[in-house]
């Protein structure tokens, strides 16, 4: 029995399963935390990583691995391999004042047509910019630019030389320096000043040795591997983590001059279009404390409360958001009244926030060709009753829910097991169970009361 390994290197943790490369059956699984914040040293990734295989067994009798992880994360080495600062998160919204200014400088429509991403603060390039005006020395020492799942790829192979580094066009495509087909050193250098050394494109099913003969794949970011782990087909991807994403692949890059659609590449050689969310469970979780019961009780509140919460509405800006761009933002509350003011009301109005602010990435992605028929949902808070639930009230489509899983380091384990046994597309593997599904409930007025409110709020500034 041939056996893969994927990761899923995440904001949060590091985690490792193990699976048959034809059957694709669960053999063994290990995890490790991440350390919190938006500035991270690499080498507490590459602790986690060792700990996590630790608690899946190693690689013992492990044939292929393949790395995914989260995107746009800046980390910058020196000649010699050596890291010259902290790795600067896709969270950290320092960047925000450059990436205003690329924008400025070349137009959204330009960066759009270029790279299909329009920059905001997230976006490596960004990142790189601040770096260059902000810490010139450590610039000046920067002679490679990669992403968290290419360095972690290049520590299992030994870290062999900068120039050994590979990444795939999944990750690469959320750098804001690379078109889907390749890289544009023009636009690293308009934004950086020069153009280091970027890791090599490896193909979908591309892969290099790895310890011990190991075959090594191209991994893939996060999104893209979860688009793989998930086994999602037609149905738009609604990843409800950390952050929100909202995802489809698609067979031709997008190009939104608004910047809320990314045109990213997915982990097959197609495209993926998405949306992203700064704000998505956290939401929940804030709500909760203030509330002050567990997640059980949260949704038993909310599933209390008509369609509407009374007419309360959440806007989810708590710490800053991507979609829109408002780096700065703060939350807000709308139509608080005597009457709706209620315990149930606000638990329920922080679900229907959360979701609807991951319908305004559905309604981008209807508006680049993707048809909505379904939504596949997933991710921590996909394990609420009252979300699924809701949710299907909230996106007006059907909504299917898996099984939980570690999706991200499932799609890397897939993409490991097409590098092992080649072919023109990853392998099948049969999920472990027919996924729930929640049928919509019709519940008219509550995208418009959000789309007034998130509005009302905008103007505001």
């Known amino acids: 029995m041939a056996l893969v390994l994927g990761v899923d290197s995440s904001t949060q943790s590091c985690k ?32 986690a990583l060792r700990s996590a295989l630790d608690d899946a067994g190693g690689l013992d009798g492990v044939d292929a691995l393949a790395v995914a992880g989260q995107q746009h994360g800046m980390v910058c080495l020196d000649e010699g391999g050596e890291v010259v600062r902290d790795a600067l998160l896709w969270n950290d919204t320092r960047s925000a004042r450059a990436a205003a200014a690329l924008v400025e400088e070349l ?27 902000n810490e010139p020395d450590n610039a000046a020492r920067t002679a490679a630019v990669c992403l968290p799942h290419d360095w972690l790829t290049w520590r299992l192979r030994g870290a062999p030389g900068v120039s050994e580094l590979v990444t795939d ?47 090594v794949g191209a991994g893939a970011g996060d999104n893209a591997a979860a688009g793989l782990g998930v086994g999602a087909g037609d149905d738009v991807v609604v990843s409800l983590g950390t952050s929100g994403t909202v995802f489809a692949r698609a067979p031709r890059r997008a190009e939104d001059p608004s910047g809320i659609v990314a045109g990213f590449s997915d982990a097959t050689g197609a495209y993926l279009p998405l949306t992203a969310t700064l704000n998505a469970s956290r939401v929940l979780d804030a709500t909760r404390r203030l509330l002050g019961v567990d997640h059980a009780e949260f949704g038993e509140l909310a599933l209390a409360a008509e369609p509407g919460a009374g007419g309360l509405v959440v806007v989810p800006y708590l710490e800053g958001e991507r979609t829109p761009n408002l780096p700065d933002a703060t939350g807000a509350v709308h139509g608080w009244t005597l009457a709706s003011g209620t315990r149930e009301n606000l638990a329920r109005a922080a679900v229907e926030g959360m979701l609807h602010a991951q319908r305004v990435g559905l309604e981008a992605l209807r508006e680049q ?44 384990a897939r993409q490991a097991a097409w590098a092992l046994r080649g072919g023109p597309t990853p392998p099948r593997w049969a999920p472990a169970a027919e996924p729930a599904r929640y049928d919509p409930v019709p519940a008219p007025g509550g995208w418009e009361r959000y789309r007034e409110a998130a509005e009302r709020f905008l103007d505001r500034g």
């Open 169 to 215: 066009r999944s990750d690469a495509s959320g750098t804001g320096y690379f078109d889907g087909t390749g890289y544009r050193p023009d636009l690293l250098t308009h934004g950086f000043g020069r153009a280091p050394v970027l890791p090599r494109v490896l193909g979908p099913a591309g892969s290099v040795e790895g310890p011990g003969g190991i075959v």
């Open 16 to 47: 490792v399963v193990v699976r048959d490369a034809d059957s694709g059956e669960l053999v063994r699984s290990g995890r490790a935390a991440h350390p919190d914040g938006t500035e991270v040293a690499p080498a507490a990734w590459w602790d």
């Open 369 to 412: 060709g993707v048809s909505v028929t379904g939504v596949t949902l997933v991710g921590g808070a996909a394990r609420s009753e009252a979300v699924c639930r809701i949710a299907a009230q909230v996106f007006e489509v059907p909504v299917r829910v898996p099984e939980p899983g570690e999706y991200v380091a499932d799609g890397a």
């Open 107 to 133: 137009g959204a429509a330009a960066w759009a047509e270029a790279v299909g991403v329009v920059p905001v603060a997230s976006i490596t390039l960004t990142k790189l910019r601040w770096l260059a005006e």
